[in-house]
């Protein structure tokens, strides 16, 4: 990949080198770049604005202006920089002009812009053996209509790159196919396996000789596994089958390393009615496509903007994808990928990632503006293979949502189902995003989320089938989360100890915690992990097995002085609510005097106690169970209920300022542990 990215900037033998060698980085400017000595003089007294060719400029100087210095707007063209040095474009120097002037044509030799090859298909074949970079003027291109408009075959790297990064230098297909193809793949759906066996057999595969050594990606077979050629129906494997299944889709293909770059071009799908594909890539390793557009005219069923089957390590950047079904489709072992800055609008799925792990998405919108129902911002289904609902093979971990904005009809974020209802394990994705209509995450082990947002009347369902959520920083769920309960569902306890350990130091905005695991003691909780001496309010209260337990049937409040009204009292119940009432308390006065939150079989009630004399402020229906954490944060007149994380109603109040908090139970049989107040 080193000749692409020298002839990236047009230049090679050490005049110039312009492209950083990191794909996900933008291109360097010519500040940044390596100049020898003698070509480096003549850049900085004669070319104050060598920057403008590789910034998408949309004017080529001439030999004339840059001379004079008055080029300083315009783009500096390689096969220019090249005769201040002394000498003509090359064919060696790996990069090739296609424009749409009338002195264009496939017999041009491509080295200048006066010179310019007239296709992109004439110039990619006239490359050097070690491929490079295919430099497109001002202008548009049609692929034509037949059922692929631009191959890029294996072999000889190629970076396509437009003069603008707006969509000003265009690609037109109205086809019924596939846009751009990069890879030689095809997809063979009879694909017959055996488990344990080797042997995989296709009635319409037509396999050849020439499918030897290429690699096969199909479910219940390993990433990696090659094929040797047997006869037109069977190919042997290079690794057995991991169960008995037909009808399996399989894609074969060669494995390409550094095949396709792609930078400043936009590729506009015209057909109104066939479900066509913008960019399809199979089993390419390394490479990115930046500052591109990829447009459909309609939202067809089984249309793709960009879809990538096997690809690892491949970097989408600053991209645009429009009116397709699904925007981006990550198909099977794209592992390492990184999808960032993008403006994705879908009818059903913005970006889809399925049979892939560590995946990053960072920043951006995803928006499902088609005319159906039931879009999905962003969906990923089994981050390896395996039974649809069952443990995938090798699944990995790393599906990562950052600051990404979504915009849907019905779901969101769909991690772990797919679009039929069907669910799929998905390990440790971890998300940070602004959803202002809803999400499922379903069958996630170990989902982390950082201040997820929620608008308007926004629902987060965290179903029955997560194991371990985690809820990291401070909760900005504004609205409603709506969280199923599940025995296989467990509260990890990390965040417990640090919090703790934080308000032992003592350390701001943590003012008391207590994990409870001192020795046991009776009639009274002693001294917090904290420091804080807790107080019975009301009853007496015992130290059992590492939890605070009431020592009487009724009425049993323990407390701490917080010094403040304004805290956040949080508790973790250990006793199901379907047998006793458990209520941490805030704003405590005295036992007659306090808010409460009462948690049952079926509900959450927000009480306020004056003189005695409960109001209930607030009815939540929920199911709360044993390990669940339940929270009240009072500020000023705001008071705000929280379970596992997540608010789950507010109400305004301002009867009381006490600035006691702790706990209450009606029953001997209520257990406290991982007791936290924090500032408001």
Same mark, same amino acid.
């Given at each position: 990949?080193?000749? !692409?990215?020298?002839?990236?900037?047009?230049?090679?033998? %050490?005049?110039?080198?312009?492209?950083?060698?990191?794909?996900?980085?933008?291109? $360097?400017?010519?500040?940044?770049?390596?100049?020898?000595?003698?070509?480096?003089?003549?850049?900085?007294?004669?070319?104050?604005?060598?920057?403008?060719?590789?910034?998408?400029?949309?004017?080529?100087?001439?030999?004339?202006?840059?001379?004079?210095?008055?080029?300083?707007?315009?783009?500096?063209?390689?096969?220019?920089?090249?005769?201040?040095?002394?000498?003509?474009?090359?064919?060696?120097?790996?990069?090739?002009?296609?424009?749409?002037?009338?002195?264009?044509?496939?017999?041009?030799?491509?080295?200048?812009?006066?010179?310019?090859?007239?296709?992109?298909?004439?110039?990619?074949?006239?490359?050097?053996?070690?491929?490079?970079?295919?430099?497109?003027?001002?202008?548009?291109?049609?692929?034509?209509?037949?059922?692929?408009?631009?191959?890029?075959?294996?072999?000889?790297?190629?970076?396509?790159?437009?003069?603008?990064?707006?969509?000003?230098?265009?690609?037109?297909?109205?086809?019924?196919?596939?846009?751009?193809?990069?890879?030689?793949?095809?997809?063979?759906?009879?694909?017959?396996?055996?488990?344990?066996?080797?042997?995989?057999?296709?009635?319409?595969?037509?396999?050849?000789?020439?499918?030897?050594?290429?690699?096969? *990606?199909? /479910?219940?077979?390993?990433?990696?596994?090659?094929?040797?050629?047997?006869?037109?129906?069977?190919?042997?494997?290079?690794?057995?089958?991991?169960?008995?299944?037909?009808?399996?889709?399989?894609?074969?293909?060669?494995?390409?390393?550094?095949? *396709?770059?792609?930078?400043?071009?936009?590729?506009?799908?015209?057909?109104?009615?066939?479900?066509?594909?913008?960019?399809?890539?199979?089993?390419?390793?390394?490479?990115?496509?930046?500052?591109?557009?990829?447009? #459909?005219?309609?939202?067809?069923?089984?249309?793709?903007?960009?879809?990538?089957?096997?690809?690892?390590?491949?970097?989408?950047?600053?991209?645009?994808?429009?009116?397709?079904?699904?925007?981006?489709?990550?198909?099977?072992?794209?592992?390492?990928?990184?999808?960032?800055?993008?403006?994705?609008?879908?009818?059903?799925?913005?970006?889809?990632?399925?049979?892939?792990?560590?995946?990053?998405?960072?920043? #951006?919108?995803?928006?499902?503006?088609?005319?159906?129902?039931?879009?999905?911002?962003?969906?990923? !289904?089994?981050?390896?293979?395996?039974?649809?609902?069952?443990?995938?093979?090798?699944?990995?971990? %790393?599906? /990562?949502?950052?600051?990404?904005?979504?915009?849907?009809?019905?779901?969101?974020?769909?991690?772990?189902?797919?679009?039929?209802?069907?669910?799929?394990?998905?390990?440790?994705?971890?998300?940070?995003?602004?959803?202002?209509?809803?999400?499922?995450?379903?069958?996630?082990?170990?989902?982390?989320?950082?201040?997820?947002?929620?608008?308007?009347?926004?629902?987060?369902?965290?179903?029955? =089938?997560? !194991?371990?959520?985690? *809820?990291?920083?401070?909760?900005?769920?504004?609205?409603?989360?709506?969280?199923?309960?599940?025995?296989?569902?467990?509260?990890?306890?990390?965040?417990?100890?640090?919090? !703790?350990?934080?308000?032992?130091?003592?350390?701001?905005?943590?003012?008391?915690?207590?994990?409870?695991?001192?020795?046991?003691?009776?009639?009274?909780?002693?001294?917090?992990?904290? %420091?804080?001496?807790?107080?019975?309010?009301?009853?007496?209260?015992?130290?059992?097995?590492?939890?605070?337990?009431?020592?009487?049937?009724?009425?049993?409040?323990?407390?701490?002085?917080?010094?403040?009204?304004?805290?956040?009292?949080?508790?973790?119940?250990?006793?199901?609510?379907?047998?006793?009432?458990?209520?941490?308390?805030?704003?405590?006065?005295?036992?007659? =005097?306090?808010? $409460?939150? #009462?948690?049952?079989?079926?509900?959450?009630?927000?009480?306020?106690?004056?003189?005695?004399?409960?109001?209930?402020?607030?009815?939540?229906?929920?199911?709360?169970?044993?390990?669940?954490?339940?929270?009240? $944060?009072?500020?000023?007149?705001?008071?705000?209920?929280?379970?596992?994380? *997540?608010?789950?109603?507010?109400?305004?109040?301002?009867?009381?300022?006490?600035?006691?908090?702790?706990?209450?139970?009606?029953?001997?049989?209520?257990?406290?542990?991982?007791?936290?107040?924090?500032?408001?």
């Amino acid at each position: 990949m080193g000749s !692409i990215l020298e002839a990236a900037a047009g230049v090679t033998d %050490g005049l110039l080198t312009a492209v950083d060698a990191d794909p996900e980085s933008d291109f $360097r400017t010519q500040q940044d770049a390596r100049l020898n000595a003698s070509t480096e003089a003549i850049v900085n007294e004669l070319v104050p604005a060598a920057t403008a060719f590789v910034k998408g400029k949309i004017q080529i100087a001439t030999l004339a202006e840059v001379a004079t210095g008055t080029a300083a707007d315009k783009a500096v063209a390689p096969d220019t920089l090249l005769a201040i040095a002394g000498r003509a474009m090359q064919a060696s120097d790996h990069f090739l002009y296609v424009s749409r002037s009338s002195k264009a044509s496939d017999s041009n030799d491509g080295l200048s812009p006066g010179t310019a090859k007239a296709t992109t298909a004439a110039a990619i074949a006239a490359l050097p053996s070690g491929g490079g970079v295919v430099f497109h003027l001002y202008g548009t291109w049609n692929l034509g209509s037949g059922s692929v408009g631009l191959t890029i075959a294996p072999g000889k790297p190629v970076m396509l790159m437009g003069l603008a990064q707006r969509g000003f230098t265009e690609f037109t297909y109205s086809g019924t196919g596939v846009a751009v193809k990069v890879g030689d793949g095809r997809m063979v759906t009879d694909l017959v396996l055996t488990n344990g066996s080797t042997t995989a057999t296709s009635a319409t595969a037509n396999f050849t000789a020439a499918d030897t050594g290429k690699v096969m *990606f199909a /479910q219940y077979v390993n990433a990696d596994v090659t094929m040797t050629y047997v006869d037109p129906t069977t190919v042997t494997l290079s690794a057995p089958a991991q169960a008995n299944a037909t009808g399996v889709t399989a894609w074969i293909s060669t494995r390409c390393e550094g095949l *396709f770059w792609a930078k400043y071009l936009q590729i506009t799908c015209t057909h109104a009615t066939a479900a066509t594909t913008g960019i399809l890539m199979t089993d390419i390793h390394g490479g990115f496509i930046e500052d591109v557009r990829v447009l #459909g005219s309609s939202y067809n069923v089984g249309s793709y903007g960009i879809r990538s089957v096997n690809g690892y390590v491949f970097y989408y950047n600053r991209l645009v994808v429009q009116s397709f079904e699904t925007g981006m489709f990550l198909d099977g072992f794209c592992n390492e990928s990184s999808i960032t800055d993008t403006n994705v609008g879908a009818k059903v799925v913005c970006v889809l990632v399925k049979n892939s792990t560590n995946v990053r998405v960072r920043g #951006g919108q995803l928006s499902t503006t088609g005319i159906g129902a039931g879009g999905v911002g962003f969906m990923a !289904i089994v981050t390896g293979f395996g039974n649809p609902g069952g443990d995938p093979v090798g699944a990995g971990a %790393g599906l /990562q949502l950052d600051n990404i904005h979504f915009e849907g009809n019905t779901v969101d974020i769909a991690i772990g189902r797919a679009a039929d209802g069907s669910t799929y394990p998905v390990r440790s994705p971890s998300i940070r995003c602004y959803l202002p209509s809803g999400a499922v995450i379903d069958r996630a082990t170990s989902p982390v989320l950082h201040n997820v947002t929620l608008y308007g009347t926004a629902v987060l369902s965290l179903t029955a =089938n997560c !194991i371990d959520p985690q *809820f990291v920083g401070e909760p900005s769920l504004r609205d409603t989360a709506t969280i199923a309960d599940s025995s296989t569902r467990t509260r990890p306890r990390d965040r417990d100890v640090l919090d !703790i350990l934080a308000a032992r130091v003592p350390l701001r905005p943590w003012l008391v915690g207590d994990a409870f695991a001192r020795a046991d003691a009776a009639g009274s909780l002693g001294t917090s992990d904290s %420091g804080l001496a807790w107080t019975n309010t009301s009853g007496t209260w015992n130290l059992t097995s590492r939890a605070a337990v009431p020592a009487g049937a009724a009425n049993n409040i323990a407390t701490v002085d917080v010094g403040t009204a304004d805290h956040w009292v949080t508790v973790e119940i250990g006793t199901s609510p379907a047998t006793v009432a458990q209520w941490p308390i805030a704003r405590l006065v005295d036992a007659s =005097n306090m808010y $409460r939150i #009462g948690i049952f079989p079926t509900s959450v009630t927000l009480q306020k106690v004056v003189a005695g004399a409960a109001t209930t402020l607030l009815t939540l229906t929920q199911t709360p169970a044993a390990g669940d954490t339940l929270g009240l $944060r009072c500020s000023g007149t705001s008071l705000i209920v929280y379970r596992n994380g *997540f608010i789950i109603g507010r109400a305004t109040d301002s009867a009381l300022s006490g600035t006691r908090a702790g706990i209450k139970a009606d029953a001997t049989t209520a257990i406290f542990r991982n007791f936290r107040v924090k500032t408001s």
